[in-house]
């Protein structure tokens, strides 16, 4: 087994140092920053049709579902097609209205969730078109589907999805791009500037993988803490959900993600001295309006924990604690603002004694309802 860590202590910090290479496996072949090109061959059958869409649905579970709502505000910006993000378990029990014209996208590292299957089978008599975004190669759900891409992050072990996570955004932008470019919603100057950066995105996870040693220092002083709380606006709030479930999901301490706006509408009452409040506040379109959340909670006496663009001076001079991350442009946020989240949720559960790769009550793939 310690020959499978390649050296690592556990699978999940493994595949979370793996990231710069499961993000290039996942785009390999699929994008060409020179030309402004995606190309999906997977859902190459449905080029056409995506010119023509009413609405996208997209249909998860857990953290597949953030992966989802990352998805959302891509497709929206980039296709300018409507979607709506389901869990898949809500989706199917409800009556929900689905044409022919919808495409459904489900979403699935395990491609065996059964809430997910059955939302899939749902939407297809209903006459969808579904496609899938899987990583494991030939599981149920790429075989329910009518197309899909599959996400190449590789096996991963850890019961709590990190790979696998930044694989599925990774998937969801191409995708954003592809219907962006089918439907001409994108300029090809655009399209170039914006693949040549996702080029470089591997790189720049490797950068922000280099914060671990910081991150460790600050897990030291909140192993003990029994609440957390995690916010981010944009494409910031569903990588606050997803920090929060993994610090959960693997450190058992109760931890909430919220849109940083919608603090004041109930979770600032819980903040005080004895509340982490971690931050997504790069410099992106809402960085002003994050600054102001954050002399929010620090008039509550919170404990503030922010992740930071490169060179910030601004929350440097009102957080506690700061994490940078190398800037790109409000695309890419997810994939690196994640980064330090995964490494505060593995510190943190190592240092208080928690089995890591198998979280109590979880399984890797969820295959009942
Ligand atoms: C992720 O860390 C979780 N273990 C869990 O939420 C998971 O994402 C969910 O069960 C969905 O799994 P799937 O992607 O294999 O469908």
């Known amino acids: 087994e310690m020959l499978e860590k390649g050296g690592y202590d556990h699978f999940m910090l493994k595949e979370i140092y793996e990231q710069p290479r499961s993000i290039r496996d996942c785009m390999r072949g699929r994008i060409y920053p020179e030309e402004g090109k995606v190309q999906l061959g997977g859902i190459k059958e449905f080029a056409d049709k995506l010119k023509n869409i009413d609405r996208i649905i997209i249909v998860a579970c857990g953290t597949s579902w953030h992966a989802g709502l990352v998805g959302e505000y891509l497709i929206e910006e980039y296709a300018r097609i409507p979607v709506e993000v389901e869990y898949a378990s809500e989706f199917r029990y409800r009556n929900p209205i689905i044409t022919e014209k919808d495409v459904v996208i489900a979403i699935s590292q395990s491609g065996e969730t059964a809430d997910t299957m059955a939302a899939i089978e749902m939407a297809k008599e209903k006459g969808a078109t579904i496609f899938g975004v899987c990583n494991v190669v030939g599981a149920s759900i790429p075989r329910i589907t009518h197309a899909g891409v599959y996400t190449h992050a590789g096996p991963e072990i850890g019961v709590a999805s ?16 592809y219907m962006a470019q089918q439907k001409g919603t994108i300029s090809n100057s655009k399209l170039v500037e914006l693949l040549t950066e996702l080029d470089c995105i591997p790189d720049k996870i490797q950068v922000a993988l280099q914060s671990n040693d910081i991150v460790k220092a600050i897990s030291e002083k909140f192993k003990d803490s029994r609440n957390c709380l995690f916010l981010g606006r944009g494409s ?17 301490i109760h931890a909430e993600g919220y849109p940083a706006a919608e603090m004041k509408h109930g979770p600032i009452a819980l903040i005080d001295e004895e509340m982490p409040v971690v931050v997504i506040a790069t410099k992106n379109s809402s960085y002003e309006k994050v600054i102001s959340n954050i002399q929010e909670v620090k008039a509550r006496k919170g404990v503030v924990i922010a992740i930071v663009t490169e060179g910030d001076t601004e929350v440097k001079k009102m957080a506690d604690y700061c994490i940078e991350i190398p800037d790109s442009s409000e695309a890419f946020l997810p994939l690196l603002a994640t980064i330090p989240l995964q490494l505060l949720s593995y510190h943190i559960a190592v240092l208080r004694g928690c089995n890591v790769d198998q979280p109590r009550n979880l399984a890797k793939s969820v295959t009942v309802e």
């Open 162 to 177: 990190t790979k696998a996570f930044t694989a599925q955004v990774t998937v969801l932008t191409l995708m954003a791009f």
């Open 236 to 252: 910031g709030f569903p990588v606050a959900l997803e920090g929060a479930l993994k610090l959960k999901e693997i450190s058992y």
